[in-house]
């Protein structure tokens, strides 16, 4: 068992290190994105064919990263092949990103607040590059006292303009974003309630949290309290939201359905922001020495 703290304000056993429960916790979260892909796709009957390529992909980073967080030093071909595939799984964000966009264009062929809200998911592909970025920088570790300075393990050492937790906390901040601009888009399918609000305004307010202390050159213990209550109060509202989501697709049916949990209210959907939330939590822990 390893102990971390979290700004003096918890003291947590993890058990693993913290840079092999990063891969873990990388891993886990593309099979899940995957299997959500999978179901979305399956309305459409995996129809065009590049459907197929976020499903083809996740089982292959998902894996390179379950393997590669078992050993403590990782051998210069796992840690090779784990990059490559990260990058691929960035890139096949991107395209999903471009592949949904065209999606939605209407027929006169530009973007219109409708088509956003009604037709694909125009953010949900980015899922794959922000996971697989998360990724990518797992298999590193920074040389102490030297901020950016990254080692690769078996491959060398490089030189980044920030240092690795710094590049973390753009990647939760930037999450946070998403989750907020995500649920503004499909909470204005069927109209905004006080409780879907609660999302969409935590989220933006989640998002300045961590972006401030992803650019600030110190942090005073009361920035460290915002977040790290920012971060719990994140797992509290996503666990909240799905209640809320499952409640919803259970009210008039008795019982869940595919379509309903796809197409009404998606019931792993607000789960994001207690994903978010842990991932804050991991990545300004700080091992303790002994």
Same mark, same amino acid.
């Given at each position: 068992?390893?102990?971390?703290?979290?700004?003096?304000?918890?003291?947590?056993?993890?058990?693993?290190?913290?840079?092999?429960?990063?891969?873990?916790?990388?891993?886990?979260?593309?099979?899940?994105?995957?299997?959500?892909?999978?179901?979305?796709?399956?309305?459409?009957?995996?129809?065009?064919?590049?459907?197929?390529?976020?499903?083809?992909?996740?089982?292959?980073?998902?894996?390179?990263?379950?393997?590669?967080?078992?050993?403590?030093?990782?051998?210069?071909?796992?840690?090779?092949?784990?990059?490559?595939?990260?990058?691929?799984?960035?890139?096949?964000?991107?395209?999903?990103?471009?592949?949904?966009?065209?999606?939605?264009?209407?027929?006169?062929?530009?973007?219109?607040?409708?088509?956003?809200?009604?037709?694909?998911?125009?953010?949900?592909?980015? %899922?794959? %590059?922000?996971?697989?970025?998360?990724?990518?920088?797992?298999?590193?570790?920074?040389?102490?006292?030297?901020?950016?300075?990254?080692?690769?393990?078996?491959?060398?050492?490089?030189? %980044?303009?920030?240092?690795?937790?710094?590049?973390?906390?753009?990647?939760?901040?930037?999450?946070?974003?998403?989750?907020?601009?995500?649920?503004?888009?499909?909470?204005?399918?069927?109209?905004?309630?006080?409780?879907?609000?609660?999302?969409?305004?935590?989220?933006?307010?989640?998002?300045?949290?961590?972006?401030?202390?992803?650019?600030?050159?110190?942090?005073?213990?009361?920035?460290?309290?915002?977040?790290?209550?920012?971060?719990?109060?994140?797992? @509290?509202?996503?666990?909240?939201?799905?209640?809320?989501?499952?409640?919803?697709?259970? %009210?008039?049916?008795?019982?869940?359905?595919?379509?309903?949990?796809?197409?009404?209210?998606?019931?792993?959907?607000?789960?994001?922001?207690?994903?978010?939330?842990?991932?804050?939590?991991? @990545?300004?822990?700080?091992?303790?020495?002994?």
């Amino acid at each position: 068992m390893n102990s971390v703290n979290i700004f003096h304000l918890a003291n947590i056993r993890l058990p693993m290190e913290k840079n092999r429960l990063l891969m873990l916790f990388v891993g886990i979260n593309l099979m899940f994105t995957g299997i959500d892909v999978v179901l979305a796709h399956s309305i459409n009957e995996f129809i065009p064919v590049y459907e197929w390529i976020p499903i083809i992909y996740f089982p292959l980073g998902a894996i390179s990263c379950l393997i590669a967080a078992f050993p403590s030093k990782p051998h210069k071909w796992l840690a090779l092949t784990h990059i490559v595939l990260m990058i691929i799984g960035i890139l096949v964000g991107i395209l999903g990103t471009a592949f949904h966009g065209n999606a939605v264009l209407n027929p006169a062929g530009y973007l219109s607040w409708s088509w956003v809200v009604f037709g694909s998911p125009i953010l949900a592909p980015l %899922a794959f %590059a922000g996971i697989s970025l998360l990724g990518l920088y797992a298999i590193t570790e920074e040389i102490n006292n030297e901020p950016g300075v990254l080692n690769i393990p078996g491959l060398g050492t490089f030189k %980044a303009p920030i240092s690795r937790d710094r590049h973390f906390l753009w990647l939760v901040g930037l999450g946070f974003g998403a989750s907020a601009i995500t649920s503004m888009i499909d909470h204005a399918q069927y109209g905004y309630t006080f409780y879907k609000m609660i999302a969409i305004i935590f989220g933006l307010f989640a998002t300045s949290v961590v972006i401030y202390l992803s650019v600030a050159k110190e942090w005073t213990k009361g920035d460290e309290l915002v977040y790290f209550w920012t971060m719990i109060t994140a797992v @509290v509202i996503g666990v909240l939201g799905f209640g809320f989501h499952l409640s919803a697709d259970l %009210a008039g049916t008795g019982a869940l359905s595919m379509e309903r949990i796809l197409a009404f209210a998606p019931v792993l959907a607000p789960l994001l922001f207690s994903d978010l939330g842990l991932l804050g939590l991991l @990545v300004v822990a700080q091992e303790n020495k002994e």
